[in-house]
């Protein structure tokens, strides 16, 4: 589906029950240069014995088949994304934001923090300079005997996230991450690239809403202890560090992920009740 906002045509996947006044909305936002693939299975996973929920997955403007007309920066990005949730919400959301999304996610909570319910950040990127980022070294902890048969060496070489590389996690790969990639429009990506860091605020004063902040601790993308430095802005996140996961946590740790996730999205419900009550 297409949504016209700011003079982009964005494009989106809905998921779970029609848009009403009393139906809780989870708006999704994928990294940077792939799109709603990234999300949409891992948190459909975690959907599906919840069915009261609304799911927007947002095809980011010059990624996936959303146009980037006159896109030109994150703050363009941004601009595009807030008029799309202005036209696809009519009330109160969640928000979920991977990577550059989740950057993206802390924008949207510092201009409208009323409006939303929770946040969760998975693997968000906090330091938009690459080389400014506090990261570990990219490493491999395990590789599968058969899928290197399978692929081959050179393969398995130049995939510079994966930490975890069996037949599952390839497949997956394969499937979320990689068409994403080749659908992405390489000139707005190159012009957003080079106006990558945004001049929204951030953190501006403390957010209150439930709040999920999820890590890889073997993360050579984005890392963990950027992310530590603005936890205080979040009284109410939970915030966890899995071993034997990288850039593509929810790939590699899909247990924790969904349970995780799924903690996070009882405490949203939860203060959602609380605020109707109250």
């Known amino acids: 589906m297409i949504v016209d906002a700011a003079g982009s045509r964005v494009h ?3 998921r779970g029950a029609p848009a009403g006044p ?6 999704l936002l994928h ?3 792939v799109d709603h693939r990234l999300v949409l299975t891992a948190f459909e996973e975690a959907f599906a014995a919840r069915h009261a929920w609304r799911r927007v997955y947002l095809d980011l403007p010059g990624m996936g088949a959303s146009a980037a007309s006159g896109v030109a920066s994150t703050d363009d990005v941004l601009a595009v994304v807030r008029a799309a949730i202005d036209e696809l919400v009519p009330g109160p959301y969640a928000v979920v934001g991977e990577s550059y999304g989740g950057y993206l996610a802390r924008g949207l909570v510092a201009a409208e923090p009323g409006r939303v319910r929770g946040a969760a950040l998975l693997c968000p990127m906090i330091v938009p300079e690459h080389d400014r ?4 070294p990219h490493q491999v902890l395990v590789c599968d005997a058969g899928l290197l048969r399978d692929v081959g060496a050179d393969a398995l070489d130049a995939d510079d996230v994966g930490v975890v590389q069996t037949p599952e996690t390839w497949r997956r790969t394969e499937a979320e ?8 429009d390489p000139e707005a990506v190159r012009r957003v690239a080079s106006r990558y860091a945004g001049t929204f605020p951030l953190e501006p004063r403390p957010y209150g809403g439930p709040t999920l902040f999820l890590l890889g601790r073997q993360d050579s993308s984005t890392g963990y202890r950027d992310a ?3 936890l205080e802005h979040y009284p109410r996140a939970t915030f966890a560090v899995l071993d034997r996961a990288g850039h593509n946590l929810q790939i590699e740790q899909p247990e924790l992920f ?3 996730v799924g903690e996070w999205l009882d405490r949203v419900e939860e203060a959602t009740e609380v605020a109707a009550s109250g």
């Open 22 to 27: 009393d139906v809780p909305t989870l708006v």
């Open 12 to 14: 989106y996947v809905e």
């Open 133 to 136: 980022r506090d990261v570990p």
């Open 258 to 260: 969904g349970a995780l």
């Open 177 to 184: 991450v990689t068409p994403g990639l080749a659908a992405a």
């Open 228 to 230: 530590w430095r603005v």
């Open 31 to 33: 990294g940077f240069p």
